[in-house]
Nanobody, 115 residues
């Protein structure tokens, strides 16, 4: 398993940007899939984006063109750059990693988009 720690959340105005980070406890080079999910208050946890070890990326339709996921294997960190933020992006954002041992989750970081 791998431990994950998210950071970078906060309060931002509509149209603003934030970059979330997900630091892993070990090398992510061999981790096939790392991704981001989010959970709004009273809602289910939804897929946001994922990046494979091969360099492919996938996004939910709701964030396509606004969010960018990236992996920095040298820093064992995955990022989520969020631009043009909307109030409906408000949620707790979770990082996950899928390995042969199972799925690991971070503790989450709160993102609030409000004027």
């Amino acid at each position: 398993q791998v431990q994950l720690v998210e950071s970078g959340g906060g309060l931002v105005q509509p149209g603003g940007s934030l970059r979330l980070s997900c630091a892993a406890s070990r090398s992510i080079f061999s981790i096939n899939i790392m991704g981001w999910f989010r959970q709004g208050s009273g809602k289910q946890r939804d897929f946001v984006a994922r990046a494979t070890s091969g360099g492919s990326t996938y996004y939910a339709d709701s964030v396509k063109g606004r969010f960018t996921i990236s992996r920095d294997n040298a820093k064992n960190t995955v990022y989520l750059q969020m631009n043009s933020l909307k109030p409906e992006d408000t949620a707790v954002y979770y990082c996950n990693a899928i390995t042969s041992a199972g799925v690991s989750w971070g503790q989450g970081t709160q993102v609030t988009v409000s004027s």
